[in-house]
């Protein structure tokens, strides 16, 4: 079965800092991969996905994130981290032999200091 | 990007009651729905994935007579939380796909059961 794991639960940065979230899957094949963020008592908001092509992609809010199939990593990125970018981020994989049914990284926790 | 409207945000009921939450797609027709769950401070659990006109498949481990899934329309899904227990208290998310890959997520459900 595939998996998801997001090795880091809390992350802090200071604003203006740069920010890596890691994210690696566990799936024989190419997932469609994502990225959503949460803020507290909310629903998520898609940030970016990848389902093929460049390797490189852009979200919203300046993020960006790079598939490496040899790490089978999707690390999500942002050059400068804002107080507002203070969230819960999640890691999502749809494979495509489970219905398009998304599975969840456990997801990290982003606090941005002043 | 497409919207998915989720009410109620917060209900409060009391312990043997029941709560019917619903999940909307106001601009497209979801032809499947998601239901999820979120314990304070962790991901994502899937309960169960629903599709138009066809009764829901669920998780192992959800009890499939005490959360009721319907999903009659290709615009609306309701889940029902019956006779509810303090334990059921948690955040339920709802998401829904277009035949598409990607999912699009109501803002959540904060139920409380006293």
């Known amino acids: 079965a595939q998996s998801v794991t997001q090795p880091d639960i809390h992350i802090t940065v200071s604003e203006g800092a740069s920010l890596e979230l890691r994210c690696n899957y566990s799936y024989g094949a190419t997932p469609y991969l994502f990225w959503y963020v949460q803020s507290p008592g909310q629903g998520l908001q898609l940030l970016l996905k990848y389902f093929s092509g460049d390797t490189l992609v852009q979200g919203i809010k300046g993020f960006e994130a790079e598939f490496k199939r040899s790490q089978s990593s999707f690390n999500l990125r942002k050059p400068s981290v804002h107080w507002s970018d203070a969230a819960e981020y999640f890691c999502a994989v749809v494979t495509h032999n489970a219905g398009n049914m998304l599975t969840f990284g456990g997801g990290t926790r982003l606090m941005v200091k002043p | 990007g497409a919207v998915v409207s989720q009410h109620p945000s917060r209900v409060i009921c009391k312990s043997g009651t029941s709560v019917k939450i619903e999940c909307r797609s106001l601009?497209?027709?979801?032809?499947?729905m998601f239901w999820y769950r979120q314990f304070p401070k962790q991901s994502l659990m899937l309960m169960a994935t629903?599709?138009?006109?066809?009764?829901?498949?669920?998780e192992q481990g959800v009890e499939k007579d005490k959360f009721l899934i319907n999903h009659a329309s290709l615009t609306l899904s309701t889940l029902t939380v019956t006779s509810a227990h303090p334990e059921d208290s948690s955040f339920y998310i709802c998401?829904?796909?277009?035949?598409?890959?990607?999912?699009?997520f109501g803002q959540g459900t904060r139920l409380t059961v006293v």
């Open positions: 998401s829904a796909i277009s035949g598409g890959t990607e999912a699009f």
């Open positions: 629903s599709n138009e006109g066809s009764k829901a498949t669920y």
């Open positions: 601009d497209f027709q979801a032809t499947t």
